[in-house]
């Protein structure tokens, strides 16, 4: 029988994006990782968004394309509560040995997780 570990692997697919000797461990990270999970969740981020404006009185679905994308960067970053939820998301996808390599620069690779999702939601956003 398969580990978690193992089927969370699977799963997800393969690495996303080039790796090199050259590359930091923070870009073999967000490519072997981050990139495959926000690829696996992204219609459950469409949903999880598209409730998140619902409840902020709709407003979102009336901007023009250009506000809309303001208005994502904003929820994302400034929204700590909703932030939090979408971290949560992706951290629930680590592997034990992804979540540890992960704890020790939390820091920038939420950084790297947050802009990846901006930008995955605004490549969407005829579909929000």
Avoid: C, H, W
Wanted: hydrophobic share 35%.
């Amino acid at each position: 029988m398969k580990t978690k570990d193992e089927l969370l692997l699977e799963i997800r697919g393969a690495s996303i994006g080039e790796i090199t000797e050259q590359s930091s461990s923070e870009e073999k990270f967000q490519n072997q990782t981050l990139r495959p999970i926000l690829k696996f969740q992204n219609d459950l981020f469409i949903e999880v968004f598209r409730n998140y404006a619902s409840k902020q009185k709709n407003v979102f679905f009336s901007l023009t394309p250009e506000k809309k994308m303001i208005y994502i960067e904003n929820a994302i970053q400034r929204d700590i509560k909703f932030r939090n939820s979408l971290k949560g998301i992706i951290i629930g996808m680590f592997t034990s040995s992804e979540y540890k390599e992960y704890i020790q620069n939390s820091s920038n690779i939420n950084k790297r997780m947050m802009n990846l999702l901006i930008e995955r939601l605004k490549s969407q956003i005829q579909i929000i």
